[in-house]
T-cell receptor
Framework: QKEVEQNSGPLSVPEGAIASLNCTYS??????FFWYRQYSGKSPELIMF????GDKEDGRFTAQLNKASQYVSLLIRDSQPSDSATYLC???????????FGTGTRLLVSP | GAGVSQTPSNKVTEKGKYVELRCDPI?????LYWYRQSLGQGPEFLIY????????DSGLPNDRFFAVRPEGSVSTLKIQRTERGDSAVYLC???????????FGPGTRLTVL
């Protein structure tokens, strides 16, 4: 079992729709949860982080964390073609140090 | 301010050669991380420095890989006797302290022929 699992996609949504990206993790001791966006040929760029159960909103992005279910998600409202990228879920363990990444979900937003 | 920088951006080498990849973290960041990303995969942890010391090198695949950070700032990842399987994008990240958000550099694309 992989430590962090994501559906590789692609997830296709029309412009203006809500994109929902999901991630599960296996280590119950995981403490911090991150979403990075990666455009093709570029390095990961931090979108959001979340530490506590519940929702965290930042502009068009909402991260949701459920530690009991070991599940974290990212919602993108009013999706734009410029949101088309690979979204990487990453978690840190009790040491708060290394990030463990999923393989990423490719999002395609069509005009 | 300036972000994490990495040089070179691209490196092509032949099997068996030695390579060095450099990372310049964000000024003042004490924690520095190296990751490797293969095509279609997420970044994979290699090594983490807190200051000058390697706090966790559990991700280094074998003893051909070595990294240093002698003055607690710039870090160099060194790969001896390169193999074709070492071809990947090598990413460096830094954070202001351990546990804080990691910011990634642009990466070095290593190709071993």
């Amino acid at each position: 079992q992989k430590e962090v699992e994501q559906n590789s996609g692609p997830l296709s949504v029309p412009e203006g729709a809500i994109a929902s990206l999901n991630c599960t993790y296996s280590d119950r001791g995981s403490q911090s949860f991150f979403w990075y966006r990666q455009y093709s040929g570029k390095s990961p760029e931090l979108i959001m982080f979340i530490y506590s159960n519940g929702d965290k909103e930042d502009g068009r992005f909402t991260a949701q964390l459920n530690k009991a279910s070991q599940y974290v998600s990212l919602l993108i409202r009013d999706s734009q073609p410029s949101d088309s990228a690979t979204y990487l879920c990453a978690v840190t363990g009790t040491g708060f140090q290394k990030l463990v990444f999923g393989t990423g979900t490719r999002l395609l937003v069509s005009p | 301010g300036a972000g994490v920088s990495q040089t070179p951006s691209n490196k092509v080498t032949e099997k068996g050669k030695y390579v060095e990849l450099r990372c310049d973290p964000i000024s003042g960041h004490t924690a520095l991380y190296w990751y490797r990303q293969s095509l279609g995969q997420g970044p994979e942890f290699l090594i983490y420095f807190q200051g000058t010391g390697a706090a966790d090198d559990s991700g280094l695949p074998n003893d051909r890989f070595f990294a240093v950070r002698p003055e607690g700032s710039v870090s160099t990842l060194k790969i001896q006797r390169t193999e074709r399987g070492d071809s990947a994008v090598y990413l460096c990240a830094s954070s202001s302290n351990e546990g804080d958000t990691q910011y990634f550099g642009p990466g070095t694309r290593l190709t071993v022929l």
